[in-house]
């Protein structure tokens, strides 16, 4: 099978038009095109009067070696067409028959869920140990947040089945190098388990919360089905760390709340970037780690039909385009560079706090991704130099201004939010302008300096009139900022060996974004089918040695 890519058609093209394309670029006669199979779909918008469609195809001929012959021959040709990659995921090992242990995953977010499916389908039995609630109940626990103000402090948009993606967009793209192709096996199994099938070629992929929910239920019936069991309502509270003769440590066991030890010696800890509990009993138990960067701002939320016509032009809502969508980038002059981070097209800021008396926001969009305001974080980043003190460091920074942020909105989990144009002059907002803010349980005009460090107010005030001239209007000054934007990324980092193991901690498998190796679904998904693959290999290697 062969890979052409780079294949541009006009947007509104007809059927039939992807083949009649190969059939030119490849010089084909009749019969010589078996079959052809879409494997991407972006669309280049640099030419807003005309947008093209790219495709990346998969081809089966009836003389492929003849075709590469002739590619060979034409330079142009041949960086587009080439072998197609085997995309199969295969189970490097299987559990023996012999095994006892059962490998323990804590953790029910994207990260946990892969791992838990692939040592499932390996045959390990994993057991799966998650603090909060199952999706369904942690929705309506989520949503009594938003509309009454009453916050589930183990349920809520951080904590309980589906992770901190679920209550997102739902994007499934990522910059990460992925030659193994794990990322693929996350897409087939998001699909079986309910996701739309676009998933699978769409250069943008996304699901939208509502859509989560059916996946995360779904891979929950597979993972039971193959031998996984699922604990809710676990919250770890420790390990149970043996030293060894020689001086090492190693998994024993897990402390629960409920006052069980759990025996476990092979652990993955997908725990995600709010588990500040767990931060705390891990560098408590000695478990190696390091603070990290993150970035810390704001929502910004513009209407969606601003957006949509300074990034599509004419073309503002094709069908086949959706709700634009856009990303920024700014080096300012204090050093600070300011960023569009999480962009949700016809989306909502929601309240995203996981502790009482703070307020933390983020952005989600469901599927159509049809409501009026388009929002994205415009964060700044920050170094552990902003922050010293240790590995915990990073936790008290963010609690810091989380806290300023719930008292800048007065309370009740309200949000601070000010005008772009009052940002920029300096002055509080006093009220709202013709952008109405999604922010639930509500909105307090106010002045944002008062719940961000004076770095970040610099850097995004000299970052927005950049990005308005990159996206007309972006800068206007009714566009609304709701803060505080604290949870882009975990503030410490777990280290891990090449084996993937807790450099100081074996068994401990550190993974996904809690453990600072991730950013986002499909690149903590892709984490945790390494790590489970790691762990298997080395639960294997364990029985064959006690064997010989």
Same mark, same amino acid.
């Given at each position: 099978?062969?890979?052409?890519?780079?294949?541009?058609?006009?947007?509104?093209?007809?059927?039939?038009?992807?083949?009649?394309?190969?059939?030119?670029?490849?010089?084909?006669?009749?019969?010589?095109?078996?079959?052809?199979?879409?494997? *991407?779909?972006?669309?280049?918008?640099?030419?807003?009067?005309?947008?093209?469609?790219?495709?990346?195809?998969?081809?089966?001929?009836?003389?492929?070696?003849?075709?590469?012959?002739?590619?060979?021959?034409?330079?142009?040709?041949?960086?587009?067409?080439?072998?197609?990659?085997?995309?199969? #995921?295969?189970?490097? %090992?299987?559990?023996?028959?012999?095994?006892?242990? *059962?490998?323990?995953?804590?953790?029910?977010?994207?990260?946990?869920?892969?791992?838990?499916?692939?040592?499932?389908?390996?045959?390990?039995?994993?057991?799966?140990?998650?603090?909060?609630?199952?999706?369904?109940?942690?929705?309506?626990?989520?949503?009594?947040?938003?509309?009454?103000?009453?916050?589930?402090?183990?349920?809520?948009?951080?904590?309980?089945?589906?992770?901190?993606? =679920?209550?997102?967009?739902?994007?499934? #793209?990522?910059?990460?190098?992925?030659?193994?192709?794990?990322?693929?096996?996350?897409?087939?199994?998001?699909?079986?388990?309910?996701?739309?099938?676009?998933?699978?070629?769409?250069?943008?992929?996304?699901?939208?919360?509502?859509?989560?929910?059916?996946?995360?239920? $779904?891979?929950?019936?597979?993972?039971?089905?193959?031998?996984?069991?699922?604990?809710?309502?676990?919250?770890? &509270?420790?390990?149970?760390?043996?030293?060894?003769?020689?001086?090492?440590?190693?998994?024993?066991?897990?402390?629960?709340?409920?006052?069980?030890? =759990?025996?476990?010696?092979?652990?993955?800890?997908?725990?995600?970037? &709010?588990?500040?509990?767990?931060?705390? #009993?891990?560098? $408590?138990?000695? %478990?190696?780690?390091?603070?990290?960067?993150? &970035?810390?701002?704001?929502?910004?939320?513009?209407?969606?039909? +601003?957006?949509?016509?300074? /990034?599509?032009?004419?073309?503002?809502?094709?069908? %086949?385009?959706?709700?634009?969508?856009?990303?920024?980038?700014?080096?300012?002059?204090?050093?600070?560079?300011?960023?569009?981070?999480?962009?949700?097209?016809?989306?909502?800021?929601?309240?995203?706090?996981?502790?009482?008396?703070?307020?933390?926001?983020?952005? +989600?969009?469901?599927?159509?991704?049809?409501?009026?305001?388009?929002?994205? $974080?415009?964060?700044?980043?920050?170094?552990?130099?902003?922050?010293?003190?240790?590995?915990?460091?990073?936790? @008290?920074?963010?609690?810091?201004?989380?806290?300023?942020?719930?008292?800048?909105?007065?309370?009740?989990?309200?949000?601070?939010?000010?005008?772009?144009? @009052?940002?920029?002059?300096?002055?509080?907002?006093?009220? =709202?302008?013709?952008?109405?803010?999604?922010?639930?349980?509500?909105?307090?005009?106010?002045? =944002?300096?008062?719940?961000?460090?004076?770095?970040?107010?610099?850097?995004?005030?000299?970052?927005?009139?950049?990005?308005? /001239?990159?996206?007309?209007?972006?800068?206007?000054?009714?566009? %609304?900022?709701?803060?505080?934007?604290?949870?882009?990324?975990?503030?410490?980092?777990?280290?891990?060996?090449?084996?993937?193991?807790?450099?100081?901690?074996?068994?401990?498998?550190?993974?996904?974004?809690?453990?600072?190796?991730?950013?986002?679904?499909? &690149?903590?998904?892709?984490?945790?089918? *390494?790590?489970?693959?790691?762990?298997?290999?080395?639960?294997?290697?364990?029985?064959?040695?006690?064997?010989?």
């Amino acid at each position: 099978m062969l890979r052409l890519t780079e294949l541009k058609l006009p947007l509104d093209h007809g059927e039939g038009a992807i083949e009649a394309a190969v059939r030119d670029r490849l010089s084909l006669r009749e019969g010589d095109l078996l079959s052809l199979s879409v494997v *991407r779909r972006g669309w280049d918008a640099r030419r807003k009067s005309a947008i093209e469609l790219v495709y990346s195809v998969d081809l089966r001929l009836r003389d492929e070696g003849a075709v590469l012959r002739r590619a060979g021959r034409d330079k142009a040709l041949a960086r587009t067409l080439g072998p197609a990659p085997d995309t199969r #995921w295969r189970p490097p %090992v299987q559990a023996p028959a012999t095994l006892a242990d *059962r490998p323990v995953v804590i953790g029910a977010g994207p990260c946990g869920l892969m791992a838990t499916l692939v040592l499932a389908e390996m045959g390990f039995r994993p057991i799966l140990l998650e603090r909060g609630k199952p999706v369904r109940e942690r929705t309506k626990d989520t949503w009594a947040l938003w509309r009454r103000g009453t916050l589930t402090e183990e349920s809520n948009v951080q904590f309980g089945e589906g992770g901190a993606g =679920l209550f997102s967009d739902g994007k499934l #793209w990522s910059g990460i190098k992925d030659p193994a192709h794990l990322g693929r096996k996350l897409m087939e199994e998001f699909v079986a388990a309910g996701a739309p099938g676009e998933i699978l070629y769409s250069s943008k992929p996304h699901i939208g919360t509502f859509r989560l929910v059916t996946v995360a239920e $779904g891979l929950r019936a597979k993972i039971e089905r193959l031998g996984g069991e699922y604990r809710f309502g676990a919250k770890v &509270s420790g390990l149970d760390v043996e030293t060894r003769r020689d001086g090492t440590r190693a998994m024993r066991g897990l402390l629960l709340s409920g006052g069980e030890v =759990l025996p476990a010696r092979h652990v993955i800890l997908a725990v995600g970037h &709010s588990a500040r509990d767990a931060f705390a #009993w891990l560098h $408590g138990a000695g %478990v190696a780690m390091e603070a990290k960067p993150f &970035s810390i701002g704001v929502r910004i939320e513009h209407p969606q039909g +601003m957006v949509d016509r300074a /990034r599509y032009g004419d073309c503002a809502r094709h069908p %086949v385009l959706g709700p634009a969508d856009y990303k920024l980038v700014h080096h300012g002059a204090n050093g600070r560079s300011t960023y569009s981070f999480c962009m949700c097209p016809g989306g909502t800021v929601v309240a995203a706090t996981s502790e009482p008396e703070r307020v933390v926001t983020n952005g +989600m969009s469901q599927y159509l991704r049809a409501e009026r305001n388009a929002n994205a $974080g415009i964060v700044v980043g920050i170094t552990p130099a902003d922050y010293p003190g240790g590995p915990l460091a990073g936790i @008290d920074y963010q609690r810091h201004w989380e806290s300023r942020a719930y008292a800048a909105g007065g309370g009740g989990f309200r949000a601070p939010a000010q005008l772009v144009g @009052d940002f920029l002059q300096g002055r509080t907002s006093t009220a =709202l302008g013709t952008v109405e803010p999604s922010y639930k349980p509500g909105v307090t005009p106010t002045d =944002l300096s008062l719940c961000l460090p004076d770095f970040t107010v610099a850097a995004i005030r000299e970052a927005l009139p950049a990005f308005g /001239r990159q996206i007309r209007g972006f800068d206007m000054a009714d566009a %609304v900022m709701t803060g505080v934007e604290t949870r882009t990324s975990s503030p410490l980092r777990i280290t891990r060996r090449a084996d993937l193991q807790s450099t100081n901690t074996r068994g401990l498998y550190p993974a996904g974004e809690g453990a600072g190796f991730a950013g986002g679904i499909l &690149s903590a998904g892709v984490d945790g089918i *390494r790590v489970a693959e790691a762990l298997a290999r080395e639960m294997v290697a364990e029985v064959a040695a006690r064997a010989a």
